[in-house]
């Protein structure tokens, strides 16, 4: 097979969703449907059935949500899936951001008893700006739901998004008995009984046809005949072109408890996602079928607990990788020799020999790549796929233990180089104990919880009273920093790359210190050559 026919074949995608609307059961699923596992776990009763694949940090298995996103990669009928967990919890992290960077597509999960919730709307507008193309799942049709036209009315009117049912729910809660496919004109029909940890036994049938009559009550098979017509005639068309620019969301009905309607989305999906596009460098896009070249959107470390590992994430954005391969590293202008790469499936790794666009790949132990840095075989490509995000939330770190100390520093250096929590440095000699700064304060726990159990090293977290940080223009005269004029609570610190950041403790010392400062840059975002970086806000 050729490189053209190989990259054709790729579809890489995220789900996302609010907290509890089923995105890690519905991730479960279609690996049992891929083949990728042959039992499919669940969220809901981790202590008597088989954990999640997906959420291989033992925080998330005691807590029961996805706290980091995790790469899965599978095979379904032809296709090389590279499928991206998110995490689903309500703090939301840079994580889940950077993972979007990534992806060709986001099947977002909604709960169809609850409608469009805070977190999905979040998620929807960082897709939206990026114009990824999303597909919707109504979720939990086994369930008392709204009604669906409500459903597809608050997609349009809360996302502004037009809302195309590729299938319609025969019923619902109790009642629920399948969907019908709006594609083929046929209903399929599941049986209840069956274990949702394989998969659901299937009925086609027509709508004429009595086994259809005989499922349903009167009244549901009324309402779907009508809600059907409505829909052939009112409702929004499929355009392939539409779905590939987000303007319009294919939606998809089912239940992936009881795996209803799950076969029908991951089909739907690969018959109307497209394959990896050109992304763009330096104000041109590149050729997915030309030379080698990708972008590292993640780092985590201690993915394998017996080994202190540090896995780089790359997606590849054109061409095929081989193992072994030299490659420029973009930032630096220095060759890299291209080994250690793996495939994933949560944090189980094998050895990848090749890999083309749109595969998600990772490099172990390459301690000189961060995120955002392009690995390419083509000198002069440079991809700013990595958004960057102001940070809302800050605490203390204290060592209780300084016997420990160089497990300690290890361990934080370690973790801040995942990116998802910044470490800032106060410039005030009283003040020397690091500042921790992150989008979301779960971060924290998280980042507490892994230094103690990774690391062997203890840590005390004490929340901060400061409410935002500003980035000071780098290009400024330093000289200013000895005669600034503080608002009382106000500090100078230091980020990793050493830019000078202020630290305020509300909207009122900011303004004290733009009226007392008032030659003095600040931006929201880190600067780049005196200019402020792309901003996406995780407000």
Not at 12 to 17: E, K, L, N, V, Y
Not at 428 to 439: E, G, I, R
């Amino acid at each position: 097979m050729g490189i053209r026919e190989e990259i054709q074949r790729r579809r890489t995608f995220a789900i996302i969703s609010h907290p509890d609307a089923g995105k890690t059961t519905l991730t479960e699923k279609f690996l049992l449907y891929g083949h990728a596992v042959q039992l499919a776990g669940s969220v809901t009763a981790r202590k008597n059935q088989r954990q999640s694949t997906s959420d291989w940090m033992e925080l998330e298995r005691k807590r029961g949500i996805s706290i980091s996103s995790t790469v899965l990669q599978f095979d379904y009928d032809g296709f090389r899936i590279n499928l991206l967990d998110t995490p689903g919890h309500q703090d939301f992290s840079e994580d889940t951001y950077r993972v979007l960077t990534a992806v060709d597509a986001v099947v977002m999960v909604i709960d169809a008893a609850k409608g469009i919730e805070t977190q999905t709307r979040k998620l929807f507008e960082v897709c939206r700006r990026r114009h990824i193309p999303i597909f919707t799942f109504m979720n939990k049709l086994d369930r008392p739901t709204k009604d669906p036209l409500e459903l597809l009315d608050e997609l349009e009117s809360v996302l502004k998004i037009e809302a195309c049912p590729m299938n319609w729910p025969l019923g619902n809660g109790f009642e629920f008995r399948g969907v019908f496919d709006r594609m083929t004109r046929q209903a399929h029909l599941f049986e209840y009984g069956s274990s949702g940890s394989y998969r659901a036994p299937v009925e086609i049938a027509s709508l004429a046809d009595p086994l259809v009559r005989e499922r349903l009550s009167e009244g549901t098979h009324r309402r779907l005949l009508e809600e059907i017509e409505i829909l052939d005639h009112a409702g929004t068309r499929f355009d392939p072109e539409g779905a590939a620019t987000g303007k319009i969301t294919p939606v998809f009905f089912g239940s992936a408890r009881n795996n209803f309607g799950v076969q029908l989305l991951l089909d739907g999906f690969l018959a109307h996602a497209e394959p990896p596009q050109p992304r763009k460098s330096n104000g041109s896009f590149i050729p997915v079928e030309s030379g080698f070249s990708g972008f590292i959107f993640k780092i985590q470390a201690n993915m394998d607990p017996r080994h202190r590992d540090r896995i780089a994430f790359l997606r590849v954005c054109s061409g095929k990788f081989t193992r072994d391969m030299t490659a420029v590293h973009a930032q630096s202008g220095k060759e890299i020799r291209l080994s250690n790469a793996a495939k994933m499936f949560g944090r189980d790794r094998e050895t990848v020999d090749e890999a083309y666009a749109g595969d998600i790949i990772g490099f172990v132990g390459q301690s000189s790549l961060s995120i955002g840095d392009t690995l390419t075989e083509t000198p002069g490509i440079m991809y700013r796929e990595i958004p960057r995000f102001p940070p809302e939330c800050f605490a203390l770190l204290f060592n209780p233990n300084p016997s420990k100390f160089k497990r300690f520093r290890e361990g934080v250096d370690q973790l801040l180089q995942e990116g998802v929590v910044q470490g800032l440095q106060p410039r005030n000699a009283s003040q020397q104990v690091p500042v921790l700064a992150a989008v979301g304060p779960l971060q924290f726990e998280v980042f507490q919880y892994r230094l103690e159990n990774e690391y062997g090293a203890e840590a005390r977290l004490e929340q901060a009273e400061w409410k935002f940080l500003r980035w000071v223009n780098p290009q400024a005269d330093r000289a200013w920093a000895a005669s600034v004029v503080l608002p009382t609570g106000t500090i100078l610190a230091d980020d990793a790359r050493g830019q000078t950041v202020i630290l305020f403790p509300g909207d009122w010392a900011l303004s004290v210190f733009s009226e007392k400062n008032p030659s003095i840059l600040l931006g929201d975002l880190p600067f780049e050559n005196g200019i402020e970086s792309e901003e996406v806000s995780a407000r």
